[in-house]
């Protein structure tokens, strides 16, 4: 058995809109705490999709989706991204890779639940596996503070909530930190998948030697 069955760097998309630059300064953040495990990691801001964007996408173990939250729900730029993405949902090519998902808005909620959940729905209708935030919440009792991890109080993905008159570098530190810590996580749980299906995949092929 080699030993990069079990230390093979999984790829790592991070697939996201941003209209005003806040939601891209997040997508840094979970680009780094990805990256800090040896995870191959590859940011693609959505917009004209190049095929070469398209390869890297249906190459990957993972992708991250992230939006701006726009009236209460994930933005018309990811939502144009989405449908484009109706015939790979057919055809199951993205199937069994590993997703998560981040948000930002203007407002502390700003329905911004309702943008993760649809990112969820968005995975599920594309058979990966989703991978929640796994951070209790932050700032939810008299000794917490806004500098605590997941501030916001989330559990499906990372939110963030930036003033809209703030410019890009004012996006909170906490929100900052909150993604990084999913990046960190998505790229483990892929590491564990990843090595774990190698693993499977090499036992039963000694089984069957041996048979
Ligand atoms: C068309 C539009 C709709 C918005 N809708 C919401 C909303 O429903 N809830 C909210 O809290 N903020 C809302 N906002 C504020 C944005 O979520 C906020 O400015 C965010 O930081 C933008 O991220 P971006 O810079 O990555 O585009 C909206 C902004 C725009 C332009």
């Known amino acids: 058995m080699s030993d990069n069955v079990f230390h093979a760097a999984p790829s790592v998309v991070i697939a996201y809109q ?15 705490g990805a990256r ?16 070469d964007d398209w390869q890297t996408l249906d190459a990957a173990d993972a992708i991250i989706f992230g939006t701006a939250t726009y009236m209460g729900n994930v933005s018309a730029g990811f939502q144009m991204f989405a449908e484009q993405t109706g015939r790979r949902c057919q055809q199951g090519t993205w199937g069994d890779k590993v997703a998560a998902g981040f948000t930002n808005s203007g407002s502390k909620s700003g329905d911004k639940l309702n943008s993760l ?25 008299s000794a917490a503070s806004e500098s605590d991890l ?19 570098d004012e996006v909170h530190p906490s929100d900052v930190a909150t993604c990084e810590h999913l990046g960190r996580r998505v790229a483990e749980v892929t590491q564990q998948l990843v090595a774990g299906r190698a693993a499977a995949q090499a036992i039963t092929e000694a089984v069957t030697a041996g048979a």
Request: glycine letters at 12%.
């Open 18 to 32: 941003s209209g005003f630059g806040h939601t891209a300064v997040l997508a840094e953040a979970v680009a780094a």
């Open 117 to 141: 959940v649809s990112l969820a729905i968005f995975a599920a209708q594309h058979h990966m596996h989703w991978v929640n935030l796994g951070l209790g919440p932050g700032w939810n009792h």
């Open 36 to 51: 800090a495990t040896g995870a191959v990691v590859t940011p693609i801001r959505l917009g004209d999709l190049t095929d």
């Open 150 to 168: 997941n501030r916001l109080g989330f559990w499906l993905g990372a939110a963030a909530a930036t003033d809209v008159d703030a410019n890009p």
